[in-house]
């Protein structure tokens, strides 16, 4: 895990920022998922 962080921190801002945006979504769906799972 350190080694993608380390990879993404020596990209151009533009795309850390787009790859941050999206593991941003990936964790709120995943996050969803399981709420919707607990109460199912």
Do not use: F, N, S
């Not at 990879?7 to 969803?32: C, F, N, Q, S, W």
Request: charged residues 40%; aromatic residues 8%.
């Amino acid at each position: 895990m350190l080694e993608h962080w380390q990879a993404i921190k020596e990209l151009k801002p533009e795309d850390r920022e787009r790859i941050l945006y999206v593991t941003d979504g990936l964790i709120r769906d995943a996050k969803t998922r399981k709420a919707y799972q607990a109460t199912g």
